[in-house]
């Protein structure tokens, strides 16, 4: 078996710097119209010409999803903090349409892990906070679904986990981050048996949610996208919904206006599931594998990869 290369931002982690030349390369050469092309069966590529349009259409999974929830047949979505300004369309959208929530329900994807337990909901970077402040506490009170509905992860992650199995999760909502992943499905430490190959594809799709250690690129990111830059603010745990969640989810919407990850990414992630690349070193490619995956894109966000200096 062939040695891998170490990464270059991570030697201690897996992540997309490792994977074969030819596949970086092929990725950065895709223009937008090959993006476009990539659709196949199970896979949709979709473009939106302004913001308005992509945040509304972000915005109508929630009220898609939600409409199909009935006493005998609860339903639905599991969504992001990355991107957020979908949220405070959703409860426009709730409000003008007089949508009854009471049969709906909502997973929250992810949260920041502090001394092993979940971030309190007064921490400034708090998944949970933001959730209620840009969506559920702009929805009228006799609209609002019960607080029992609403299902925030939590280090004791057995509740959370048990919810997926009596509700129809119709869509799972995400963004894609720097290091490729869903939530906070980042690629793992290269360590013990993962010294020099990282998890099987198969390994990794049983993954449920749970605590993860993340990855430098990770928290980088939010230091940069939700701090100003302080890392130092950044917490270096969060829970995530698995991979095993996620294939219950009857839908994944992946939703990018180009503010999460750069154009290379955005191209990356797309070509591996298109042609059924999965490698848990790019969490967001074992999607090749999940039978219904849409690539949401902000055309003015997709960008080029051609060198730049600034």
């Not at 609860?74 to 991107?83: K, N, S």
């Not at 337990?117 to 921490?123: L, Q, V």
């Not at 190959?197 to 993340?214: A, F």
């Amino acid at each position: 078996m062939t040695m891998r290369p170490l990464s270059l931002v991570a030697p201690d982690w897996w992540d997309y710097t490792t994977l074969d030349r030819e596949i970086l390369d092929d990725a950065a050469r895709l223009t937008a119209d090959d993006l476009l092309g990539l659709s196949r069966e199970g896979f949709q590529v979709k473009f939106y010409d302004t913001l308005e349009d992509f945040y509304l259409a972000e915005a109508l999974e929630y009220i898609t999803a939600w409409r199909q929830a009935t006493a005998d047949n609860p339903a639905g979505i599991c969504g992001p903090i990355g991107p957020t300004e979908q949220l405070p369309l959703v409860a426009r959208l709730v409000n003008e349409l007089e949508l009854d929530l009471r049969h709906a329900h909502f997973w929250g994807m992810d949260e920041w892990v502090i001394d092993g337990r979940e971030a309190p909901e007064d921490f400034a970077l708090s998944f949970a906070k933001a959730d209620r402040d840009l969506l559920f506490n702009r929805i009228r009170p006799e609209l609002r679904m019960p607080e029992s509905n609403i299902h925030f992860p939590k280090a004791d992650t057995a509740p959370y986990r048990e919810t997926w199995k009596h509700v129809r999760c119709m869509t799972m909502q995400g963004g894609q981050g720097e290091v490729k992943h869903w939530a906070f499905n980042d690629p793992p430490k290269r360590e013990g048996k993962y010294k020099d190959q990282p998890p099987t594809p198969e390994e990794y799709r049983k993954l449920p949610t749970r605590i993860v250690d993340l990855h430098p690129m990770t928290i980088i990111q939010n230091a940069r996208t939700s701090g100003g830059g302080v890392v130092t603010n950044v917490p270096t745990q969060a829970i995530s919904v698995g991979p095993a969640e996620t294939w219950q989810a009857e839908k994944v919407s992946i939703w990018q206006a180009g503010a999460h990850d750069n154009p290379f990414g955005q191209r990356l992630t797309a070509l591996m599931i298109a042609k059924k690349i999965p490698d848990s070193s790019v969490p967001m490619s074992l999607l090749a594998d999940h039978p219904n995956v849409q690539f949401n894109y902000f055309r003015g966000g997709i960008g080029v990869c051609d060198t730049e200096m600034h």
